[in-house]
């Protein structure tokens, strides 16, 4: 699809509202409104006001007004409901989070809380003004609710600690995180672990005065290390930080195949509280497909092994959208899932990111139509709310079709607080490891600071002397 746009117009909002009907689709920037084709042209008048109109081999198809930003709202909104009203025309798709492109929908919610609506007030505010359909205003009513009650028991001075390790036993297919196949890079482990505890140590000063309220170790696959380097990874965190008074201790044991009892033991003896295994779908076919080396066995394994050491916070990661999968596939993989009585499962719609190998082989893989993603949205949300887990969390991805939404669901009390402070950006969070971010939040201002660690292996280990300088001079220590 070709754009002709406006010089007073973000070209970035009118792809990504246009990009939730035409997914998957390449878009082009243009001067002229060709003869060929289809073309959407958008244009901002002096009062605020926007046109858009839907050409199709140079004839205009669509078109509609929007009037200018009203308080509260962002500039995109104008754009957005433009294009909204001429693709849904066209189309006869209805998105059901209407305007909304961004990424932190329960945020308008919790600020209308602020303001002193109550949690029905504001449902019938962002269906009215974003139109929002209603199941879609009530799951952010009921997160935003979640998370306030979580918050009261969250000090305001307290801090995240995360910890990055980058590697796995394979690569999925679907993967554009920093994180490298073991079998290839075992032999940089031991430099990455050196270079790794050193930025450890440093973070260990410069919260030596903060409420470490969580620590979260994530990748990549933390439990694609050996037990001997997990065990100087646990040692540095003990060292550094007072694990006994942490509110939540997690390490991602996403791998099934990488979870043994010695390291099932380490975990345990450090205070590690919280662990997440994730078997992403429990159709073989598909795990095969998508590069993931472990059996639906292996997962059962791997859950059991951990109850029975006594972790009594276990997560469990599914994606919905994966190659080939029906909605009858999901029902089967929440049945499996949901007998084993989770305490917390984070639902994920798969995203197509630019650095995966998904991206790359787009055309060999079924893409998941939105209306079956819809389905299989809606089969889950049943499926949490019967076993007893409600949405706490609540994010969305701008690559996935129809632009739907991750919901962390969970059992009251089990609510993940990492996922929170990072996604919400409640709490500041102090990063180590390579690829890792580091957000400083500032609750009198609301200013957030980001600071990126380098996503390359090879350099953040011959650079991080180099990394810890500046960083301790954004950091304060």
């Known amino acids: 699809m070709k754009f002709v746009v406006s010089d007073n117009i973000s070209h970035n909002d009118v792809q990504v509202m246009a990009q ?11 001067e002229d409104v060709p003869k060929e084709g289809l073309c959407l042209a958008v244009e901002k008048t002096d009062d605020g006001a926007v046109f858009a109109g839907l050409f199709r081999d140079g004839v205009m198809a669509h078109h509609a007004h929007s009037p200018p930003k009203e308080d509260g709202d962002t500039e995109a909104k104008p754009v957005a409901s433009a294009i909204y009203r001429v693709l849904s025309e066209f189309t006869g798709y209805v998105p059901p989070w209407g305007l909304l492109t961004g990424i932190r929908p329960a945020k308008l919610i919790t600020s209308a809380l602020a303001r002193g609506m109550t949690k029905e007030q ?12 209603p199941g879609k205003a009530l799951l952010c009513a009921d997160v935003a609710e979640a998370q306030g009650r979580l918050m009261t028991t969250s000090p305001e001075d307290s801090v995240s600690i995360y910890i990055s390790i980058p590697f796995c036993p394979t690569i999925c297919h679907y993967c554009s995180f920093s994180a490298y196949p073991v079998g290839k890079f075992g032999g940089r482990v031991g430099g990455y672990m050196t270079a790794l505890i050193k930025e450890i140590d440093h973070l260990g000063q410069v919260t030596r005065n903060k409420f470490v309220e969580n620590i979260y170790i994530g990748g990549g696959t933390p439990t694609a290390l050996d037990a001997s380097d997990l065990q100087l990874l646990l040692e540095a965190i003990h060292r550094n930080f007072n694990v006994e008074k942490t509110l939540e201790y997690t390490v991602e044991a996403g791998r099934p195949d990488t979870i043994t009892t010695e390291k099932l033991l380490l975990m345990r003896r450090f205070g590690v509280t919280r662990l997440t295994i994730n078997p992403q779908t429990l159709k073989q076919a598909t795990l095969d497909k998508i590069g993931r080396a472990h059996t639906t066995g ?3 394994k791997a859950y059991d092994a951990a109850r029975s050491h006594g972790f009594d916070h276990i997560n469990i990661d599914l994606i919905l959208g994966l190659t080939d999968e029906t909605a009858e596939d999901v029902n089967r993989t929440l049945q499996g899932i949901t007998a084993l009585e989770p305490n917390s499962v984070t639902v994920h719609t798969l995203a197509i990111k630019r650095a995966s190998k998904l991206k790359e082989d787009l055309g060999n893989f079924d893409k998941t139509d939105y209306t079956v993603l819809e389905e299989m949205l809606y089969e889950t949300s049943k499926a949490m709310k019967n076993a007893g887990l409600a949405p706490y969390y609540l994010y969305r991805q701008k690559n996935s079709p129809g632009n739907f939404e991750n919901v962390g669901y969970s059992k009251p009390g089990f609510e993940g607080r990492y996922n929170i402070h990072m996604m919400e950006e409640t709490r500041s969070v102090y990063a180590a490891g390579c690829g890792s971010i580091s957000k400083l939040v500032n609750s009198s201002t609301g200013q957030i600071d980001r600071i990126v660690n380098i996503r390359d292996l090879d350099q953040y280990i011959g650079r991080i002397d180099e990394i810890l300088a500046k960083k301790a001079v954004a950091l304060g220590g």
Do not use: N, P, T
């Open 122 to 133: 504001a449902s019938l505010d962002m269906m009215a003004r974003y139109l929002v359909e």
């Open 20 to 30: 939730v009907f035409f997914h998957h689709v390449g878009f082009e920037l243009v």
């Open 298 to 300: 292996e997962f059962f």
